[in-house]
Each structure stands twice: as C-alpha cells, then as structure tokens.
C-alpha cells in the first residue's frame, strides 16, 4: 500500500519581529498562507527507511539522514518505509520547501503505520514544521510553536517568483537594525480580496530590507511582480522567493506566464491560496 502527501509551499504573508530571547530565538508573529503549489510525498511499507527523490527540483537534494524529510520518519520511531519525494520547489527559498515536505512525511507514515503524530507536532525538526502539518492559514507566533486559527480569507490566488539565489537566513536577521519591532493588526474578516490586500500592505516582512540589502535582484523580482499587477507583492520569509496576489485565476496565470517570458532564469509558479490537510 501506498500513502500520497501533498506538500504545499508555505508563504510568509507578513512576517513582523517582535523581539528575540535569550537563547538567541527571535520572536515572530506571521500570517502563513499555503498555495496550491508544492512537492509530493509517496511512501509504502519496507524493511528499512529510505528516501529516493526525483522531480525538476531534484538536482542537489541529498538522500541521507541529513534530509529533513529522513529525520521526520525517524521522528515516528524509526519504522522501515519506502519515502519517495518528488521536488516542485526551490530548496531554502523562504516558502519552507523543507518543513512541508517534513509535515507531508508525517502525515503520510501516520497514517501508513496508524500511528499518532509526534506529541510536539514536529517543532524538534524546524520552526515551520508545525504550522506545515496544519497547512491552514494560521497566525503563527512564538519561536513557532504558538498557532492561531484566523477568519476566514477572500479567495486569493499567488504568483511565486524565485531569482534563483539563496539567502543565508542568519545573514538576514543579523542584517535588522531593531529586533523589537511593532506586532500585526488584528486579522479582519469579511474582505473583499483587493480591500484584504489593501490591509495586508499596512502590515511588514521586516526581514525584506535587510535580505534586499544582501541580494538585489529581490528588488527586480518584487518591481515585475509589481508591472504585473498584482494587489501586493512581498517578499516570503527569509527569502528569495517573492510573491504577487491577485484577484482571480485567470489574472495570475497570466502574470505567472508574462514573469516567464520575461525572466526565463527565474523559478515561477502560480495556485491559489487554500487549505490542505
């Protein structure tokens, strides 16, 4: 028997920080979407744990106990299993390509071996590994251990655009002139998508200026989402990916293909915003 999980890429919608304790964890409060865009996990039953993976993201990923994808299924107890990943995303992206291919691992060895979630919901394997299991639109806070539901959104749809570089997270939060910074509005409910989005760009990614600073072209991508018409456009997390909403299916997928033609170098794809339990 064989269990499939989607893995959908997780977007920073705003990412304010608050401040930083004392072990070094910075404090967060973030509104995390998830698109319809994403990786797919596959496992079966085997007598040993193993990992293969293929996929147009494949080149680079390892196959050994590094991978986040091996430390979640060891995470279960250790049970033998046949993992398969197929890789849609760019890896250390800012959408959190690895938690969610971590989270999917986990809900599909759960429900392959009928047993019970790790009591910790995954945090030991990453910040983002809880708020991926849930893979709803949650207020995530804390270090990202402390998840919120939040009213229900406007039917949105996403274009993500990555430049294809990497930006070292430390080198970003390191690049912060303050790390105690204004918290989010409370989350409105009842919104339009333009009048949402509208209220979306009153609010921060306060790692957006200093990753800008380490890597301008985020500067470029933001600008073409930008042209494109797009009701926001922000960057995600640490970065580099950035992303545009839009209005309909129709209005991103023309910009997604507009992004293409422009841009060939650049990783762009487009899904709407939703929920994938």
């Known amino acids: 028997m064989a269990i499939e999980a989607f893995a959908p890429a997780k977007v920073n919608l705003t990412l304010h920080v608050t401040g930083q304790r004392e072990d070094g964890y910075h404090l967060l409060e973030s509104l995390v979407v998830f698109v319809g865009v994403g990786d797919r996990i596959t496992v079966s039953n085997a007598k040993m744990l193993s990992l293969t993976v ?9 196959t050994g106990p590094e991978n986040l994808v091996l430390k979640a299924a060891a995470s279960l107890g250790g049970a033998g299993a046949r993992v398969h990943l197929e890789k849609h995303l760019p890896a250390a992206a800012g959408i959190g390509g690895g938690s969610s291919d971590a989270a999917a691992t986990l809900r599909a060895l759960s429900q392959l071996h009928a ?4 009591a910790d ?16 639109p949650t207020l ?10 939040v009213p229900p959104l406007p039917p949105l749809w996403m274009v993500l655009v990555n430049p294809g570089i990497e930006v070292p997270t430390p080198a970003v939060f390191r ?5 105690d910074n204004a918290p989010m509005a409370p989350i409105p409910s009842g919104l339009s998508a333009a009048a949402f989005a509208d209220w979306a760009a009153t609010q921060r990614n306060d790692l957006e200026i200093p990753a800008r600073e380490i890597a301008p072209v985020i500067s470029d991508v933001l600008r073409a989402i930008a042209e494109e018409g797009a009701l926001l456009s ?3 997390g640490s970065g580099a990916t ?3 909403l839009f209005g309909s299916a129709e209005a991103a997928s ?6 293409k033609e422009k841009a060939p170098a650049w990783w762009v794809d487009h899904g709407a915003l939703g929920s994938f339990k």
């Open 54 to 62: 293929t996929g147009p993201r494949a080149a680079g990923v390892p």
């Open 115 to 118: 047993t019970d979630l790790p």
């Open 121 to 136: 919901n995954g945090l030991s394997l990453g910040a983002d590994v809880p708020v991926c299991l849930r893979a709803v």
């Open 140 to 149: 995530m806070s804390g270090v990202g251990e402390v998840l919120t539901d």
């Open 175 to 179: 690049g912060l002139i303050r790390k």
């Open 234 to 236: 922000r960057m995600s």
């Open 242 to 244: 950035c992303f545009g």
């Open 254 to 259: 023309m910009a997604a293909q507009r992004l």
